[in-house]
């Protein structure tokens, strides 16, 4: 059974950072592509980083590039996003997903605020 859970979400002040991990379990995250969307209030789904499984080549949104790294730890086998330097818009529902043979997963998503 495959599961994702997300979690290191809260409230940061702009300017701040949070680090997002995603537990991941019934798969293997090194042979997996994942990647993190975020949802902002009234506005759709925008992915924000992409790794691929294997060679882990990395794909970021034009809005985070420089600000949030998409990272795994193979041996705990967790997906992570770094996002530095936050801003109010930044502000949405994270969700952690996986493609696992032809079948997408997502978690249940964790909120972030951003907010002084």
């Known amino acids: 059974q495959v599961q994702l859970v997300e979690s290191g979400g809260g409230l940061v002040q702009p300017g701040g950072s949070l680090r997002l991990s995603c537990a991941a379990s019934?798969?293997?995250?090194?042979?997996?592509?994942m990647s993190w969307y975020r949802q902002a209030p009234g506005k759709g789904q925008e992915l924000v980083a992409s790794?691929?499984?294997?060679?882990?080549?990395?794909t970021y949104a034009d809005s985070v590039k420089g600000r949030f790294t998409i990272s795994r730890d193979n041996a705990k086998n967790v997906l992570y996003l770094q996002m530095n330097r936050l801003q109010p818009e930044a502000t949405a529902v994270y969700y952690c997903?996986?493609?696992?043979?032809?079948?997408?997963?997502w978690g249940q998503g964790i909120q972030v605020t951003v907010s002084s």
């Open positions: 997903t996986a493609r696992v043979t032809v079948l997408d997963w």
């Open positions: 019934g798969f293997t995250v090194s042979r997996s592509a």
């Open positions: 790794i691929t499984g294997g060679g882990g080549t990395t």
